[in-house]
């Protein structure tokens, strides 16, 4: 007698199990129950977050809500630290070149 090999064992479960499980996983309660699931683990997790922060705010420390909260807003103001740096640049391009056409002026007429 031939014992099966573990790859005959794991075909032999699949094409026995397959059918079943495709009925299961696109039946309409799998997709309602997968959705409450969903939501109930993001409620979950909001509280969870909320009562940490509660604690973290009681014993005077930031809570991650905090930190993320800080983390864009100083995104924000790199932001707007980049684009004034880039208008000052332009506006000094703008004054060079003015100046130097001032100077060119003024030596064509001391000429």
């Given at each position: ?39 109930v ?15 973290w ?40 070149r ?14």
């Open positions: 007698m031939t014992v099966p090999s573990l790859r005959d064992l794991y075909d032999a479960a699949e094409k026995r199990l397959t059918p079943t499980i495709e009925a299961v996983v696109h039946s309409e309660e799998f997709a309602t129950t997968t959705a409450i699931i969903g939501m683990r993001r409620e979950a997790s909001k509280r969870i977050e909320d009562a940490n922060a509660a604690l705010h009681l014993v005077n420390i930031p809570a991650g809500s905090d930190v993320r909260k800080l983390r864009r807003q100083i995104g924000e103001l790199d932001y707007e630290v980049r684009q004034l740096r880039l208008e000052l640049g332009e506006q000094a391009h703008h004054v060079d003015s100046h130097s056409d001032e100077e060119s002026r003024d030596r064509k007429e001391n000429q």
